[in-house]
């Protein structure tokens, strides 16, 4: 017994949570996750169709729960809000 070398190093593996999902709206792995440590709130925007929500998480969730909940949201028909930026095309004419 003895006299064995043992450096095992328990690395941990800082794993890096990709912030990039798939957007549930147009399919686009272009949903971007941004989380709020002061308010544990996740701001989800998608930089293609624009679709932007924010939910809440806890401590410890990460952005792929926000992910999560967003989808989730997203599919219970509760759906976020789409902000139409691209132009200033307002089909609604409002002349009178
Ligand atoms: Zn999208």
Redesign the pocket.
Same mark, same amino acid.
């Given at each position: 017994m003895g006299g064995r070398k043992r450096k095992k190093v328990v690395r941990r593996l800082r794993k890096t949570i990709p912030k990039i999902f798939a %957007?549930p709206? /147009?399919g686009?792995k272009?949903?971007g996750i941004d989380i709020d440590r002061e308010t544990n709130e996740a701001t989800i925007k %998608?930089g293609? /169709?624009q679709?932007e929500d924010v939910v809440k998480i806890s401590n410890v969730e990460q952005a792929v729960d926000a992910y999560g909940k967003f989808v989730d949201k997203y599919y219970n028909g509760d759906k976020a809000v789409i902000k139409n930026e691209e132009s200033g095309d307002v089909s609604e004419s409002k002349d009178q």
């Open positions: %957007c709206n /147009c686009e272009t949903l %998608c293609r /169709c679709i």
